[in-house]
C-alpha cells in the first residue's frame, strides 16, 4: 500500500465520510491531539516513574477516543466516567505532591519541562474545540475532558519535578 493517495492535492481531506478543507478547524483539532499525542510520548520516554509513564500511556490511548468523538459528534466515546477518571488522577497526584505555594515555573527537570509543554498543548486544544463548537454540536463532556487533561498534565509535572530536583 502506497502512503500517499494525493487525494489531499486540493486543499481538501477525509474527515470520517466528509471532504474538508486541510485548514477546517476539525482538522486543526485532530493535528493538536496529533501533536498532544506525539508529546505524550516523549514524555513517556524520558520518565523513570512507572505511575507517570502508566499514565501517559494511558492518556495516549484516550486520545484516539478523543478524536473519533469530536467526529462522530457520539458521547459514548468521552463521557462522564473518563472525564470522573482524570479528576481521580489529579486527586491522587495531589496527594503525592507539596501544596501550591508559589507560582510553578515549568521545567525544573528535563522530564517536567516535557510535560508542562505536553500541558500547554492540551490548553491549546481546549482553545482550538471551543472554536469548533462555536459551528458544531456541543459535547460537555469532551470539554470537561480537556480541561482536566491539562490539570492532570499539570500535577503531574510538578509530581516529576518534586521526585527528581
Same mark, same amino acid.
Not at 99 to 112: D, Y
Not at 124 to 151: A, C, H, P
Given at each position: ?36 499525542? !506525539? $508529546? ?7 520518565? @523513570? =516513574?512507572? &505511575?507517570? +509513564? /502508566?499514565?501517559?500511556?494511558? %492518556? ?8 473519533? !468523538? $469530536? ?7 468521552? @463521557? =462522564?466516567? &473518563?472525564? +470522573? /477518571?482524570?479528576?481521580?488522577? %489529579? ?29 500547554? %498543548? ?44
Amino acid at each position: 500500500m502506497k502512503i500517499y493517495t494525493k487525494a489531499g492535492d486540493h486543499m481538501k481531506t477525509d474527515a470520517c465520510g466528509h471532504q474538508v478543507f486541510k485548514d477546517d478547524i476539525v482538522m486543526e483539532c485532530l493535528g493538536t491531539i496529533d501533536e498532544l499525542s !506525539a $508529546l505524550i510520548m516523549m514524555s513517556y520516554h524520558h520518565s @523513570n =516513574i512507572i &505511575l507517570i +509513564k /502508566e499514565d501517559l500511556l494511558h %492518556i495516549a490511548r484516550l486520545l484516539s477516543k478523543l478524536c473519533i !468523538a $469530536l467526529l462522530k459528534e457520539n458521547e459514548s466515546y468521552i @463521557n =462522564i466516567d &473518563l472525564v +470522573k /477518571e482524570l479528576e481521580e488522577k %489529579i486527586d491522587g497526584y495531589q496527594k503525592l505532591i507539596s501544596p501550591l505555594q508559589k507560582f510553578v515555573i515549568p521545567g525544573e527537570t528535563l522530564t517536567g519541562s516535557y510535560l508542562h509543554f505536553t500541558r500547554t %498543548i492540551a490548553r491549546r486544544l481546549e482553545r482550538r474545540i471551543v472554536t469548533y463548537f462555536k459551528k458544531t454540536k456541543y459535547n460537555l463532556y469532551i470539554m470537561q475532558f480537556v480541561n482536566r487533561l491539562s490539570d492532570l498534565l499539570f500535577v503531574m509535572a510538578r509530581y516529576e519535578e518534586e521526585k527528581n530536583v
